[in-house]
């Protein structure tokens, strides 16, 4: 399997971004689907997770109201709308994908595949 992310990109403060994630090969495979992110010098941190069926989404207290996780799964992608961004939302975006139909979303653990990253800066 392999995850293609793009979108990121600079923006001012309270602007929007679309991201997409496009999985390929044995998409077959791949249950629940999730973004993280990485800023400068920190941890990698859950941002959002979506199920399978896209019924059910989970995400970081620091994001919830202002991102929305959503899925096609005739197009094999995963998207990350993320509206009133801050400059402290400036990271490297990186969506993953897990084999396993359920578990814990917040772990990078449980993911098995992982996009290159896309970056995301918020100017002040």
């Known amino acids: 399997v392999q995850l293609q992310a793009y979108g990121g990109g600079l923006v001012q403060t309270g602007g929007s971004l679309r991201l997409s994630c496009a999985a390929s090969?044995?998409?077959?495979?791949?249950?629940?689907m999730g973004w993280f992110r990485q800023a400068p010098g920190k941890e990698r941190e859950f941002v959002t997770a979506i199920s399978s069926s896209g019924g059910s989404t989970h995400y970081a207290d620091s994001v919830k109201g202002r991102f929305t996780i959503s899925r096609d799964n005739a197009k094999n992608t995963v998207y990350l709308q993320l509206n009133r961004l801050q400059p402290e939302d400036t990271a490297v975006y990186y969506c993953?994908?897990?084999?396993?139909?359920?578990?814990?979303?917040?772990?990078?653990?449980?993911?098995?595949?992982w996009g290159q990253g896309t970056q995301v800066t918020v100017s002040s």
């Open positions: 090969g044995r998409t077959g495979s791949i249950y629940p």
């Open positions: 993953a994908a897990s084999s396993y139909y359920s578990g814990s979303v917040y772990y990078p653990s449980f993911y098995a595949y």
